[in-house]
């Protein structure tokens, strides 16, 4: 049993972002070497999630329309007005809403590797998903098999 | 270390259904001749989720109502639309609304193993959650230990 | 590769609690020996979820609000009249909105573990969310790896 990880870089270019790496994450798990297991994919951020669905543009706008619903950018977060106060919000950024994002969609998934591939669908791709962007990020893939 | 992995065959008889496959999960576990280890339970698919709690079945309605409520059926979703004029929509389903109930349950749960027995209390019931049914489905179980 | 499980003893003291189990957690990491590989942090409940955020008091407040809203504890759910003419209501606990909140957060997370260390960013923190308190509660933690 083996366990191989990398990092990916990404840059978002804006606020809310789905980013696909799904081919990065079947890069990572070619180099690997690991034939049959799972991969972890994992954000270590408090204003990204990681999802898996399909990539359909039309389908991205809904999901960022669902989003914007259950926690509205336009609410009075506390949290900013602690990071206000504090000095402490970075570049100005109320992000509030971002964490929140975060929180439903969650930091991790986890998908099972067989014969070098992730078990995917044609129409399933990962997302690592930005709420506080443009920002340079990073994502950790783990692949752990053998 | 050993990994075992299966696919059960679904059928969901209704357009949301929670599945209970507690029983199933434990089945691939008990094949799997496993101790100690974890389960991986995940979904192939864009339009289900994975959930565990308890199988009751007004908690279920009250499960079903929360949901419909944070992603009406009746909004209009980009989604459907795109299908419509692309000529992909399969069987004239508008399932917008089901893509995005799918990222709020995510596509998988991990359940620690001990004993040979999924670490499940009493009230925990593994769901394979159905939003775009009814359809034959499958769900993978992925075992990992010794 | 090696498994090691602990089970970490908590109690809550509100209904709603966001409870910081961060150290708990890596204390379990370092008993483990394991140096390289994967935490799984479960809950074996049905009304708690685990998430991964920033630990600020007031950005907990803004989660509690989405919850709230998400989920209102003034609605009126199906299963509290079923336990209630059941009488299988434990201590006329009315809990139909904590289990709606549970399968929201989900029942667990996965975190990889670097040289000893859990892979958390210095504003990362890892919570277990009681949304039926105040009770005596345990959280899973099993470690993987080598």
């Known amino acids: 049993m083996k366990i191989h990880r990398e990092r990916i870089d990404l840059e978002s270019h804006t606020a809310i972002e789905f980013m696909d790496i799904s081919e990065h994450v079947q890069d990572v798990v070619d180099r690997s070497g690991i034939r049959e297991g ?6 270590p951020h408090t204003t990204m999630g990681i999802t898996i669905n399909h990539n359909e543009p039309m389908l991205i706008q809904d999901f960022m329309r669902i989003l914007y619903r259950l926690v509205p ?3 009075q977060y506390s949290h900013d007005l602690f990071e ?3 000095e402490t919000m970075s570049d100005g950024r109320s992000n509030g809403h971002s964490h929140c994002k975060a929180i439903v969609l969650g930091n991790s998934e986890t998908v099972p590797v067989e014969k070098g591939k992730l078990m995917l669908t044609e129409r399933q791709n990962i ?5 506080d962007g443009a920002r340079k990020r990073d ?3 783990q692949v752990t098999g053998y």
């Open 38 to 43: 799972q991969a972890l994919i994992y954000v």
């Open 73 to 75: 950018v336009d609410d």
């Open 84 to 86: 206000l106060r504090r």
């Open 127 to 131: 997302f690592a998903v930005e709420f």
């Open 139 to 141: 994502v950790v893939v």
